[in-house]
């Protein structure tokens, strides 16, 4: 974990960041992985872009989950994955960066000029899936000594092995 500096972000105790990931983590890889499965089964076939678009807002999270401690802005309250045990900070893959200005713009900005065209062509779907289901077993991995007892990482750690 990494040590606090003066007026940096308060980290909180292993309680609640187990309780962080046990839940809100929880909740948000297995709605990208769900979302994900979708995708990949119906290709090359269209899937709703409600799928794609809830995709990628769970995609848009992880991404500030793993990478946010590059944000000078980021928020006190911020979890981020630098913040347990064991995991030591990731620079952003060139082939994953680009995408990260377009997809917060695409997802919170509502525009005259947004297509469905977009969700498919814009964003490489699996390209994302993969690396974030591949960083995310890998933080699992990394963080199973600070939370041995946890039922429900392990259980997540188990869901996207399939």
Known sequence: MKKQK?????IPGKE???EFLEQHFYYEVLLMRDAG??????YPNPISDHVKASFL??????YEFFYGYENPRVRDDTALAIDHEGWEAKSVPEDIGPY???????????????????LTNRFPL???????????????????????DSLKLKELKELLKN
């Open 16 to 18: 609640k960041r187990k």
């Open 100 to 118: 990260h200005k377009p997809l917060h713009i695409f997802l919170s900005h509502l525009s005259y000029e947004r297509d469905s065209e977009e």
């Open 57 to 62: 807002l769970h995609i848009r999270n992880l």
């Open 37 to 42: 499965k979708m995708i990949i089964q119906a």
């Open 6 to 10: 003066k007026g940096e972000r308060k």
């Open 126 to 148: 699996l390209r994302l899936y993969n690396h974030f289901r591949m960083l995310t077993m890998g933080f699992l991995e990394k963080i199973d000594e600070e939370y041995p």
